[in-house]
């Protein structure tokens, strides 16, 4: 996967942002001050506002519900990360919850230390482009269905099973065309604050107005997105 790595100082930022997950435990939900965490965050208090850096909503980004939904919370995630697995459900149960008031956008940022992440961030754009938005969303279900239940996911065989042509999607996922977007999504997550995934920035009205940092429950998402709507 050489032609597709990150360049050398994206990467050396992705060793720093590894170090501090494991340093702090940051993945780990359920620590006993998170709520207050996830409190402050939203309301905004100087030692948080990072998150102002991520960027707005775009057409490049996949976006779960209604694009012109109220609220969109933008996450920046790893696929093979077990929490960033865990918050998926969390996003797509919000999504459904407030029928079209909430949106959930996905931004790649594979972490050095899982060996498939880079590679599902490329199938996954890969599979989208060559068959629909929609199938972006189908490729990260199936990677975690067979993750979870294997612990591992060949990502060629996944965009097969979902229609993709083998070699159209061959040719593709070896071009490095995704490059650029893949690197723009990590980029964007450290300017924007992020230590660790899933780091989530919550939008409304277009503007970023808090996180939500960590793999938190419905419930706290839920209570962290009410206040704007």
Not at 88 to 109: I, K, L
Not at 172 to 192: L, P, T
Not at 209 to 222: Q, S, T
């Amino acid at each position: 996967m050489d032609k597709y790595s990150i360049p050398v100082s994206i990467v050396i930022a992705g060793l720093f942002v590894a170090g501090a997950v494991l340093l702090s435990n940051f993945y780990s939900p359920g620590k006993g001050d998170d709520l207050a965490n996830i409190s402050d965050a939203v309301e905004g208090e100087e030692e948080n506002t990072m998150y102002l850096n991520a960027l707005p909503v775009s057409d490049s980004d996949h976006i779960l519900g209604d694009k012109d939904a109220k609220v969109k919370v933008v996450t920046y995630a790893d696929m093979e990360c077990p929490y960033c697995m865990s918050f998926e459900d969390t996003m797509r149960t919000a999504v459904a919850d407030y029928s079209g008031q909430v949106a959930w956008v996905y931004r790649h940022f594979p972490l050095d230390f899982h060996e498939s992440a880079m590679p599902a961030a490329i199938a996954s754009e890969c599979l989208a482009d060559l068959e629909g938005g929609e199938k972006f969303w189908d490729f990260m279900g199936k990677f975690k269905s067979d993750m979870t239940e294997s612990g591992s996911a060949d990502v060629k065989k996944i965009a097969a099973s979902l229609g993709a042509n083998a070699t159209e999607f061959a040719e593709c996922y070896d071009s490095g065309k995704f490059s650029e977007k893949i690197e723009g999504n990590y980029n964007d997550g450290i300017a924007a604050g992020l230590q660790g995934t899933p780091y989530s920035v919550i939008f409304a009205d277009g503007a970023p107005v808090g996180v939500i940092d960590g793999a938190y429950p419905i419930e706290d998402v839920k209570a962290a997105i009410d206040p704007y709507l």
